[in-house]
């Protein structure tokens, strides 16, 4: 069965502070895996879309990696204001509908 | 481009009404996408369709109705309320070609509390 875990559920940093957040996947031929932000009260939105093992993507203080099992959202010096829930999911090459994680809860504190 | 709308951004339903969802994109994309979010879990797809007059059930599609007339608007009907779909709802749209990665983009969401 195609699955996405995240992890950690909760994540305090202090600004500054750099590290990464965890998306492990498990699913029969992957298409993509996405990274969103998703603000309290707002929609997702859309950070990466990764394609294959060794693939990187970056943007300001966030880069996202990829290998065959499992992807990383490193923030690098982060600020108060990238404080948000991180969600990743994958789309298998068969089924093809996104699978989503459960997100991880990032707090940046100044 | 306002990208993908929703309407209401907050609805308090009694159980046993009915109220529709909506959700209209003006990127010309070609598939739409309804979810839900409870907390702590991951988004669950309800419908999606894949273009005009084409519709097809996801994850979690009891209880809700789709339907699409045009390619820019996606409504979804709620017919009998029940608790258990105290939700946020949210739409999405993407453009996707046979074969690639299906990058999605989301509306603000719609808050629906059913009593």
């Known amino acids: 069965e195609d699955q996405v875990t995240q992890s950690p559920e909760a994540l305090r940093l202090q600004e500054g502070e750099s590290s990464s957040l965890n998306c492990s996947y498990t699913v029969s031929g992957l298409r993509g895996l996405f990274w969103y932000r998703q603000d309290p009260g707002k929609g997702p939105e859309f950070l990466f879309t990764?394609?294959?093992a060794g693939e990187e993507k970056e943007k300001e203080r966030l880069k996202a990696t990829l290998t065959k099992k499992e992807s990383f959202l490193h923030i690098t010096a982060p600020k108060p204001e990238d404080s948000a829930t991180y969600l990743c999911?994958?789309?298998?090459?068969?089924?093809?509908?996104?699978?989503f994680g459960q997100g991880t809860e990032l707090s940046v504190k100044p | 481009n306002a990208g993908v709308t929703q309407t209401p951004k907050f609805r308090i339903l009694k159980i046993g009404q009915s109220m529709t969802l909506q959700c209209t994109q003006d990127?010309?994309?070609?598939?739409m996408y309804w979810y839900r979010q409870d907390p702590g879990m991951g988004l669950k797809l309800i419908y999606y369709s894949v273009g005009a007059g084409i519709t097809d059930k996801g994850e979690v599609p009891n209880g809700y109705n789709v339907s699409r007339s045009t390619t820019e608007d996606f409504p979804l009907r709620l017919e009998l309320a029940a608790p258990s779909q105290t939700s946020v709802y949210f739409c999405a749209s993407s453009y996707l070609l046979a074969g690639e990665a299906d990058t999605q983009y989301f509306g603000p969401g719609t808050r629906l509390t059913v009593l």
């Open positions: 990127m010309n994309h070609n598939y």
């Open positions: 990764l394609y294959s």
């Open positions: 999911a994958v789309q298998a090459e068969v089924r093809g509908k996104l699978i």
